[in-house]
């Protein structure tokens, strides 16, 4: 089972960019499909993007469609989130998560490995 750690998170005005990245431990990255999410205060955790083993497959929540990107480098056993155009409202800790499935889900009771966290907090 991979162990995930996020980093990348920080202070940003609005409009601004961050990325962020997770670093996985372990030898079976490659067979996991890796999503992020995040968690507002006082808000339940919500999907934001996902990406398939290979990374040929993307998905992404309505809100940040267009100006979010996920990826990831198999080889580095590393997957990112290049954030663009950020608002207030995408303010949260956004967590990495991995799933051992064969379809790409956004439900957040299909993925079986969590990361600690990272503060993303965008001011106007």
């Known amino acids: 089972q991979v162990q995930l750690v996020e980093s990348g998170g920080g202070l940003v005005q609005a409009g601004g960019s961050l990325r962020l990245s997770c670093a996985a431990s372990?030898?079976?990255?490659?067979?996991?499909?890796m999503g992020w999410f995040r968690q507002a205060p006082g808000k339940e955790r919500e999907f934001v993007a996902a990406i398939s083993w290979s990374g040929s497959k993307t998905y992404y929540a309505d809100s940040v469609k267009g100006r979010f990107t996920i990826s990831r480098v198999n080889a580095k056993n590393t997957v990112y989130l290049q954030m663009n155009r950020l608002k207030p409202e995408d303010t949260a800790v956004y967590y990495c998560a991995a799933a051992h499935t064969v379809v790409v889900p956004s439900s957040l009771s299909e993925y079986d490995v969590w990361g600690q966290g990272t503060q993303v907090t965008v001011s106007s």
């Open positions: 372990g030898r079976t990255f490659s067979t996991y499909v």
